[in-house]
């Protein structure tokens, strides 16, 4: 029985060491998400979409290469 007791106490003693040097160290900070992309409209259909999937075109912004060249647009 005094060997289960002296198992806890050196269980216990070692789960605080280690909560505490955690607490000593300081956590690691989260990591920051990206910023939020603007969302825009296709100038053929309307479609929303972030800008960095957008195809860029001469009159406008479009959400595929075929509406930029449905309009007409040749960039």
């Known amino acids: 029985m005094k060997y289960l007791l002296l198992l806890a106490v050196i269980v216990a003693v070692l789960w605080f060491?280690?909560?505490r040097s955690g607490v000593a160290q300081g956590r690691k900070p989260?990591?920051?998400?990206?910023?939020?992309?603007?969302?825009l409209a296709c100038a053929h259909c309307g479609v929303h979409?972030?800008?960095a999937e957008m195809v860029a075109g001469l009159r406008g912004l479009?959400?595929?290469e075929a509406h930029r060249?449905?309009?007409?647009?040749i960039a």
């Open 17 to 19: 060491a280690r909560s």
């Open 30 to 39: 989260t990591p920051t998400p990206p910023p939020p992309q603007p969302v």
């Open 49 to 51: 979409l972030p800008r």
């Open 62 to 64: 479009y959400c595929t």
């Open 69 to 73: 060249l449905a309009r007409g647009d």
